[in-house]
């Protein structure tokens, strides 16, 4: 039986499908399991780092070095695919990990905009969300940190050039922005889970088509990769409880 | 030549209130703690305070000190949100400039080349631009005729770093695996301080690039075994977790009582007895 967080690293190393030799930068426990799947499998050119200033193979051997000034130059010349974390996330795709309330006087203060800015402006930007909920996917965020497609637009072609946002995974699904006016769609459904359910967990109406497929079945090699060799310790229940 | 030695207590003595103070490290990573330490104890306040943010930010914060933030984020790295920083901001104590990460570093290289502003492909579209009215955009003057924010320059009036070893003369080296922007930092401002783990006489064979500061962008060198406790300062000693979440859960003024009343040996004496209470 597949567990609710493997289907979500499925989903997550799926996000780098095809990506060639670009950083991976997973941020949270099932996306970076889910990078570490991709490379392992069908993505082998990924790069990966220990999360620190290396640049790591499989075996956590250092093939390279990259500081954060470095990785920032990595991020401006867009070979990088980074899955961000959203505590806030709206149906273009505006991320907000600075604050919760008024900028002002923020109700509750978080992290601040950190790389969300420069990341969605030069190197596609996905999010991982573990806690699907009306609190997370709201009509309109707070703070604008990761740049959605409608304020890509309003800014101009410089905004616009590099822009993308590739997926959003969830807890409950898969979702994109590849409608015409390029508000979020459902992609897949995380087999138990249904469109209503989902629906009613979102801030905002989700276009879906009127028969949305389940997030794909891993492979018995993929369920054996998570399951022994890259998170042994099952770190994934943790962040998606079953 | 100069032998640029000093005590933390003289590096303070040198800074004013209202000035702007750059903090080097990143996180809860390499702060220059002991300096931060012996800048609460001083009466200097009201400054603008330009730093990747960590326990430095909380601990400036909570005693009150800042009257504006630069940053692009405020984390104990392991303890993703700093209570102290949280805190203050969600009482409005001191005014934020509030920027993107890259945003940050464009503004200490322009500093250090004694450039206004370097444009960069951030900000725009983010609210970074409507919480920063300030902010100017910059049209490339070539054919592509692109529009980049123009970030201005970070020029700091003191700069704050920590390195594993320096010498009298001011140069720093660096041991871990990241220089964060320490040389940075200390080229945008107009003197800069280096505590360091240990004085050395000369680096031996040391890989010249981890000769990260140079002695001719220094005014001051400090030598503080252990300074930037409780943050990281690999490979000379990792974070020292069990005490940050010590700080990040004790109120402030009980917290401020035990470890911050007297000087860094002190501080450092009242540690190591707070460890051995709680081995």
């Known amino acids: 039986m597949t567990s609710r967080a493997e289907y979500c690293v499925l989903a997550c190393a799926d996000t780098w499908r095809d990506n060639g030799e670009v950083l991976a930068s997973p941020m949270g426990t099932v996306p970076a399991i889910g990078a570490r799947l991709a490379k392992r499998t069908f993505s082998p050119d990924l790069l990966l780092t220990d999360g620190e200033a290396l640049l790591v193979g499989l075996d956590g051997r250092a093939e390279g070095w990259l500081p954060y000034r470095q990785h920032l130059a990595m991020v401006t010349g867009g070979r990088r695919h980074v899955m961000m974390g959203a505590s806030q996330l709206d149906r273009f795709g505006n991320q907000n990990i600075s604050c919760i309330g008024d900028w002002e006087r923020p109700s509750r203060q978080l992290l601040g905009v950190r790389g969300a800015p420069v990341n969605t402006l030069n190197n596609p930007t996905s999010y991982w969300v573990p806690k699907h909920s009306r609190r997370v996917f709201v009509e309109k965020v707070d703070m604008v940190c990761g740049v959605g497609y409608d304020s890509a637009a309003a800014a101009g072609p410089s905004a616009t050039r590099y822009h993308r946002l590739p997926r959003v995974v969830s807890d409950l699904g898969v979702f994109d922005f590849a409608t015409p006016d390029h508000t979020m769609r459902l992609v897949s459904l995380h087999p138990g889970v249904t469109a209503e359910e989902v629906q009613d967990a979102t801030g905002f109406p989700l276009a879906r088509a009127d028969e949305v497929p389940y997030t794909r079945e891993p492979t018995a090699e993929e369920l054996r990769l998570i399951r022994e060799v890259i998170d042994p310790q099952g770190l994934r229940d943790r962040e998606v409880p079953a | ?279």
């Not at chain 2, 809860?28 to 609460?40: C, D, E, G, Q, T």
């Not at chain 2, 630069?70 to 104590?93: K, M, N, Y």
Request: hydrophobic content about 40%.
């Open chain 2, 1 to 279: 030549m100069t032998d640029k030695t000093m005590t933390p207590e003289d590096v303070v003595a040198r800074l004013r209130s209202g000035m702007t103070l750059g903090i080097g490290g990143w996180g809860s990573r390499r702060k220059p703690m002991a300096l931060v330490r012996a800048l609460l104890r001083s009466d200097v306040t009201d400054l603008t305070v330009v730093s990747y943010g960590g326990p430095d930010v909380g601990l400036l914060a909570a005693a009150g000190k800042i009257r504006r933030l630069v940053t692009a984020f405020v984390t104990l790295d392991s303890i993703p949100l700093e209570p102290h920083f949280r805190a203050a901001r969600q009482v409005g104590a001191f005014e934020l400039s509030e920027v993107d990460e890259a945003m940050f570093m464009w503004g200490l290289r322009a500093a250090a080349n004694r450039l206004p502003f370097l444009p960069v492909r951030a900000g725009l579209g983010s609210d970074v631009m409507r919480v920063n009215p300030e902010l100017r955009t910059v049209t490339s003057p070539y054919e592509d005729g692109e529009t980049f924010v123009a970030m201005p320059a970070l020029r700091m009036d003191a700069a704050l770093v920590h390195v594993n070893r320096a010498d009298r003369l001011g140069n720093g080296q660096y041991l871990g695996p990241d220089p964060y922007f320490d040389d940075l930092f200390c080229e945008a401002a107009d003197s800069a301080y280096v505590s360091c783990e240990e004085l050395v006489a000369d680096f031996g064979t040391a890989a010249p690039q981890s000769l990260l500061v140079k002695r001719h962008a220094v005014t001051g060198v400090v030598a503080t075994p252990h300074g930037a406790h409780f943050t990281s300062c690999v490979p000379d000693y990792d974070r020292d977790e069990a005490f940050q979440k010590l700080y990040a859960t004790t109120p402030w003024p009980e917290f401020a009582a035990r470890f911050l009343h007297g000087d860094e040996k002190s501080y450092q004496s009242a540690v190591q007895t707070w460890h051995e209470e709680n081995a």
